[in-house]
């Protein structure tokens, strides 16, 4: 990749004030978390949430101290904490919490890594004598977004720790609310834009290169799914209807016992949510938050099918005209008007609480408040390049066994709702903030 010239000063000094915020934020997600519990494993598949504080400076360490020639704060450290998991073959990590350092030794190391990359970084200007992708601002990018990133990642684990093991820090939920009636929306047929063209601003491997893609004319759900429709899917005895499911989805339901989404909880015969803080009574008009092969089965239930990649693009940023918007309401800068995002909530929302989010095609709550689900398998476009410092950013997950999701959740930044981002997940994971619609046709 070719790299753009030096940064000027004022803009390499807005990042790392970006990052400073960024730390603030990750550090704000561990006070929630009692001092005790740092050593559990909230869910089975991930890291004990002790790795994720050492993690997120080792990152930025090893992106960053390389391209500045710096010597190593703790290199066994550095190694320990530099990757983490996404086990795709139901292999479940063994460690025991007496095979971690200690909290203190963790958060001196965490403090020590700061403090030199901070010099590395200090003075307000870029530093010219280090790697290009540093001297150009590409390694601060990423190691905001990354950081951001594990924002959400904290988030979604610490909603599976115990409640008692968290510090309360509950918000006003709209249980009450109504969920609007379902109802489709016809998108006219015109192209999709996906990608980005190189050079023009920072973006992760896979959002390169812009790629133009046509899209017949479709019909799209105008609200996500609810969780009153869903239970209406699983009161049908959608989980035990095996034509619903593909060969491996249906494996993987029957293998783990999964009878419900992760999120929901049965007592005394009636359906509670998990929310952050507390188990609330099922609000039917927040969004249901599932696995891709629970958003297949209830699609294919409904006779319809998940959106691909083009088409979710079409219904969010497309227009009559044939030009295409920054966001799926327009010009705008993200703000709480346009929908549930940026951290200002721990929990979803109702589908119909941002009407001026809508696109032009009047489709809903695509940005934030969940990410969605497309059928699009994980791969990359026409012209793609690796990170050559980060090589395996995206093409380790090009294997056909993750899916593309877009829009966001409550807990994702505003800088990640630019229309290019892309996520991916494996298939069978249950515990992200992840949300979908249907489309026919």
């Not at 550095?78 to 998991?85: D, Q, S, T, Y």
């Not at 346009?338 to 609480?353: I, K, T, Y």
């Amino acid at each position: 990749m070719v790299s753009p010239v030096q940064v000027p000063t004022l803009e390499f000094a807005s990042l790392r004030t970006r990052l400073a915020k960024a730390r603030a934020q990750t550090d704000f997600l561990f006070h929630q978390v009692l001092p005790s519990a740092l050593y559990d494993r909230p869910i089975p598949e991930r890291h004990r949430l002790i790795f994720y504080l050492g993690h997120l400076e080792a990152f930025d360490w090893n992106l960053m101290a390389s391209g500045a020639n710096a010597p190593s704060v703790h290199p066994e450290f550095n190694k320990l904490f530099a990757f983490g998991i996404d086990p795709v073959d139901s292999q479940l990590p063994s460690d025991q919490p007496e095979d971690w350092p200690s909290e203190t030794q963790v958060r001196s190391y965490c403090t020590r890594v700061r403090s030199a990359l901070d010099g590395i970084l200090a003075s307000g200007s870029t530093p010219a004598n280090g790697s290009p992708e540093l001297v150009d601002g590409t390694l601060l990018n990423v190691a905001i977004e990354h950081r951001l990133m594990h924002a959400e990642t904290l988030a979604y684990l610490l909603h599976q720790l115990s409640f008692d093991k968290k510090i309360e820090g509950g918000e006003p939920h709209e249980v009450s609310a109504e969920a609007p009636s379902p109802r489709t929306v016809t998108i006219p047929m015109g192209d999709a834009t996906l990608g980005m063209p190189r050079g023009r601003s920072f973006g992760w491997d896979n959002e390169f290169e812009e790629c133009g893609v046509p899209v017949p004319e479709f019909r799209a759900d105008a609200f996500p799914v609810t969780n009153a429709q869903f239970l209406e899917f699983l009161r049908a005895g959608g989980y035990n209807e095996r034509s619903l499911w593909s060969d491996e989805d249906w494996k993987w339901k029957t293998e783990s016992g999964t009878t419900h989404p992760a999120f929901w909880t049965e007592r005394s015969g009636k359906w509670n949510l998990r929310a952050m803080f507390a188990e609330i009574p099922l609000p039917a008009a927040w969004p249901v938050y599932v696995s891709h092969a629970e958003a297949s089965a209830f699609a294919r239930w409904a006779r319809k099918r998940l959106p691909t990649e083009a088409q979710w693009h079409r219904m969010a940023y497309g227009t009559s005209q044939g030009t295409e918007l920054l966001y799926p309401w327009g010009g705008e800068p993200p703000s709480s008007r346009f929908g549930n995002f940026d951290f200002r909530r721990w929990d979803p929302s109702p589908v119909q609480a941002h009407p001026d989010g809508r696109s032009e095609f009047g489709v809903a709550d695509l940005a934030g408040n969940g990410w969605e689900w497309t059928s699009t398998p994980f791969a990359p476009f026409p012209g793609f390049e690796p990170f050559s410092f980060y090589p395996g950013y995206s093409a380790n997950f090009f294997d056909g066994q993750h899916y593309v999701m877009k829009g966001g959740s409550p807990r994702t930044a505003a800088c990640m709702l630019r229309r290019t981002f892309r996520n991916w997940f494996q298939p069978h994971y249950p515990y992200i903030y992840a949300k979908f619609r249907c489309v026919e046709g």
